[in-house]
């Protein structure tokens, strides 16, 4: 049986999701990871380095990848915006709560399997104490 650790984030602890509930949050997983940004707006943009230097370059208007190496300034001459790291920031962050989305989905669905065993455990303690009995 197919077994894999997730944290339960509300619980603030990793479990074992089981069987065909780890499959399908495997292929879930695969899914969601190659739905990475396509890139499909760039825009030629200013980047500050730490020594106050600035590179031109081309980045992902969505997730601020940088889609390119730098470029000479004075090839392309005229006003470029600078980048705005917030820009990555937000991706990171929006692509994170769409991870914790669905690992809480499967997590929820772990623990549904796990109530209705331990109910129907509880069950059949019953049955067989009352076959006991007779």
């Given amino acids: 049986m197919k077994r894999k650790a997730v944290f339960d984030y509300d619980e603030d602890k990793s479990i074992f999701i089981y069987g065909e509930i780890a499959e399908a949050y495997e292929k879930d997983v695969a899914d969601f990871d190659s739905m990475e940004c396509?890139?499909?707006?760039?825009?030629?943009?200013?980047?500050?380095?730490?020594?106050?230097?600035?590179?031109?370059?081309?980045?992902?208007?969505?997730?601020?990848?940088?889609?390119?190496?730098?470029?000479?300034?004075?090839?392309?001459?005229g006003e470029h915006p600078p980048f705005d790291d917030s820009v990555r920031r937000h991706y990171v962050e929006l692509r994170e709560g769409e991870k914790k989305k669905l690992v809480r989905k499967y997590v929820a669905l772990q623990k549904a399997r796990d109530r209705k065993l331990v109910e129907d455990s509880e069950n059949w303690r019953d049955e067989y104490q009352a076959y006991r009995r007779t």
Wanted: a positive charge; hydrophobic letters at 30%; charged letters at 35%.
């Fill in 38 to 77: 396509k890139h499909e707006k760039v825009t030629r943009r200013l980047w500050t380095l730490n020594s106050k230097a600035t590179q031109l370059k081309d980045f992902c208007d969505f997730c601020g990848k940088d889609m390119s190496k730098a470029l000479k300034q004075s090839d392309f001459p």
